[in-house]
C-alpha cells in the first residue's frame, strides 16, 4: 500500500500548528498550509514554540487523525518524545540509530517500561553515550499559561501512573502568587487551573520551590550533574556553579525526577563544552540591564561565550545568563579572570560589543515611550540579598504605577521575618513569589504597556505575552513608577 507523504523542509509548531481534532496544518505561511497530515507520513525540520506542543501528537493519536510516521530533519527532543508515548512510529533522517551498550541499559533496567522505552529511543537517536543519574531536577512548563490544557492532560497522565520522584525535584514558576494571587488580580479559572498544576506536582514528591533561581535556594555541588528545565537556570549554573545540565522539556524533566536518570549527551561531556566565540567588552556596562543587553547580543551569535573585560557580580551574572538564553540558546558561558574555560582556542571567532550594540538592544528591546501600566522587575527572580538592594532605592518613595517584585517563597518568607516585605511594600511595591510578569497572563488582567530592566522579560514581554515594552535600568523605572521626569 502506498502511504501518502505530506512534506515540508518548514519547522512546525506543534501546540498551535496543527488542529488536534482533523489533523490540518493550521499554521499559517508554511508551504503545507492546509493539508492534512492523518494517516500519512509527516515529513517535517522540527518543532518550535512552546516544548509541550507535544500533547499535540497524543491528541492526533486519541482522535485517530495521528500521522504514519514522523520523519524529522533533525533530532528533536520534543517529536521524539511525543512520538514514543503516543506510540507513533519516528525517524530522523541521515541518522543512524546507535545502539547502547548492555551495561548502559542495565542501569534503567529498574524503570517503568514507558519512561524507560523514551529514555532508550531517544539516546539511541541523539547517538548518546547513555545515561546519567542526576543529583537534581528542576521542571519547566509549570505555569498554566504556558502547557495550557494539554500539558494539564499530560501532567494528569503522568500522575495517574502514581509514580514519586527520586531526586529532590523543584519547579520553574507558576503564573501566580500562589498565596497572593487574588490580591494579585489573576482570573479565578486561570487560578483554578494553575492550582490543580501544583497539586499535581505535590502528589508526585516534587517540592513546592516554585523558581527560576533554584541555583539560590539548593545547595549544588561543582561538578554534579543535573536536569534543569529553566533555560536562564540551566546557562547559570553551567557556567557559574560549575553543573552539568543540558536544557530539559517537561516530559524529560518529569522522566529524571521519577527516574532519578537523564540521557548523557550534549553539556553532560566535556568535549561539549568548548568556546566558540571571545566577547571583547569593549564599553561600561553599569546596571544589571547593561549585562542583560550584553547577554542578548551575544545569544544572536554564539552558544559557548568567554566575556573578555567584565566583572559581573552575582545579579548581572544571572541577567548574562537569562538573556543570552532568551534572544539565543547559550547553555554555557564563560568570564575571563572569574570562569575560565578549560582550554582557549586561538582561532575563536571575535564578537566585540561597545556603546554602539548596547545602544542597539536597548532600541530593539523598547517598543514605546508611553507610560506603562506595569512595571516588574526580578527577571530572573530576586534573592533575600536583591530585595535587601532595594530598600535603599525605594526609600522614602512612593510608587504610583503597580510595580512588582518577583521572588522565590522562601526569600519572600525570609523578608517577611525581617520586616523587609512590609518596610518594601509601604512604597507601593508588590513582592509576589512563585511567578512572574511573563508566565502570569497579564495580558489578560488588562496590563498593555509593560516596562522591566531584564533583557529577557523585555522579550517576551513583547512575543510571548502581547505587550508594549520599555526596558530601562532599575532606577529609571523607579523615577517612572513615581511619576517623575527621567531628566530630572
Ligand atoms: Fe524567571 Fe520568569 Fe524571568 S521564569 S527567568 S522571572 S521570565
Request: hydrophobic fraction near 40%; charge should be negative.
Amino acid at each position: 500500500m502506498i502511504v501518502e507523504r505530506i512534506f515540508t523542509k518548514c519547522s512546525v509548531s506543534l501546540l498551535d500548528g496543527i488542529n488536534r481534532e482533523t489533523g490540518e496544518i493550521t499554521q499559517v505561511g508554511l508551504d503545507i498550509t492546509g493539508q492534512n497530515i492523518a494517516n500519512k507520513e509527516f515529513r517535517f525540520e522540527a518543532s518550535t514554540g512552546s516544548t509541550v506542543g507535544v500533547m499535540t501528537l497524543l491528541e492526533l493519536k486519541e482522535n485517530g487523525v495521528a500521522p504514519k510516521k514522523i520523519i524529522l530533519g533533525k533530532p528533536d527532543s520534543n517529536v521524539i518524545a511525543g512520538c514514543i508515548l503516543a506510540g507513533i512510529p519516528i525517524e530522523i533522517e541521515g541518522m543512524m540509530q546507535v545502539d547502547l551498550p548492555e551495561s548502559e541499559l542495565k542501569k534503567i533496567e529498574n524503570i517503568p517500561d514507558f519512561l524507560a522505552r523514551i529514555l532508550v529511543s531517544e539516546a539511541k537517536i541523539v547517538g548518546a553515550k547513555g545515561f546519567i543519574h542526576v543529583d537534581a531536577v528542576q521542571i519547566s512548563g509549570v505555569s498554566y499559561k504556558t502547557i495550557g490544557d494539554a500539558g494539564l492532560k499530560m501532567l494528569r497522565f503522568f500522575a495517574e501512573k502514581k509514580l514519586t520522584v527520586k531526586v529532590p525535584t523543584t519547579l520553574n514558576p507558576a503564573g501566580m502568587d500562589l498565596k497572593e494571587w487574588k490580591s494579585q488580580g489573576i482570573p479565578h479559572e486561570f487560578a483554578e487551573k494553575q492550582l490543580e498544576i501544583i497539586e499535581i506536582f505535590k502528589q508526585i514528591g516534587a517540592s513546592l520551590t516554585v523558581s527560576c533561581i533554584p541555583y539560590d535556594i539548593i545547595p549544588l555541588k561543582s561538578g554534579s550533574h543535573l536536569a534543569f528545565g529553566e533555560s536562564s537556570a540551566v546557562s547559570f549554573v553551567n557556567s557559574v556553579r560549575g553543573c552539568y545540565t543540558n536544557r530539559e522539556n517537561p516530559i524529560k524533566g518529569l522522566i529524571a525526577a521519577l527516574t532519578g536518570f537523564t540521557i548523557e549527551y550534549g553539556m553532560h561531556l566535556i568535549e561539549n563544552r568548548k568556546p566558540d566565540t571571545r566577547v571583547r567588552v569593549e564599553c561600561s556596562l553599569k546596571t544589571e540591564s547593561d549585562h542583560g543587553a550584553l547577554g542578548y547580543y551575544v545569544g544572536k551569535f554564539s552558544t559557548i561565550p568567554v566575556y573578555e573585560g567584565i566583572t559581573p557580580n552575582h545579579r548581572e551574572l544571572k541577567a548574562i545568563a537569562a538573556a543570552g538564553a532568551a534572544s539565543g540558546a547559550i547553555p554555557l558561558f564563560y568570564v575571563k579572570g572569574i570562569h575560565d574555560p578549560p582550554e582557549m582556542p586561538d582561532d575563536l571567532r571575535v564578537i566585540n560589543f561597545t556603546t554602539r550594540e548596547l545602544k542597539e538592544v536597548y532600541d530593539e528591546l523598547n517598543t514605546t515611550s508611553d507610560l506603562p501600566d506595569l512595571i516588574a522587575v526580578g527577571c530572573p527572580h530576586f534573592n533575600l540579598d536583591d530585595l535587601k538592594a532595594l530598600e535603599p532605592l525605594l526609600k522614602g518613595k512612593r510608587m504610583k504605577i503597580p510595580f512588582w517584585i518577583n521572588t522565590a517563597s522562601i526569600f519572600k518568607e525570609q523578608a517577611e521575618e525581617i520586616g523587609l516585605k512590609e518596610r518594601l511594600e509601604t512604597t507601593g511595591v508588590h513582592v509576589y513569589s512563585d511567578c512572574c510578569m511573563v508566565v502570569a497572563p497579564i495580558e489578560k488582567m488588562n496590563f498593555r504597556i509593560t516596562a522591566t530592566n531584564s533583557a529577557k522579560a523585555a522579550k517576551y514581554l513583547k512575543t510571548f505575552c502581547k505587550q508594549e515594552v520599555i526596558f530601562k535600568p532599575l532606577v529609571e523605572l523607579i523615577k517612572i513608577a513615581e511619576g517623575k521626569n527621567l531628566d530630572s
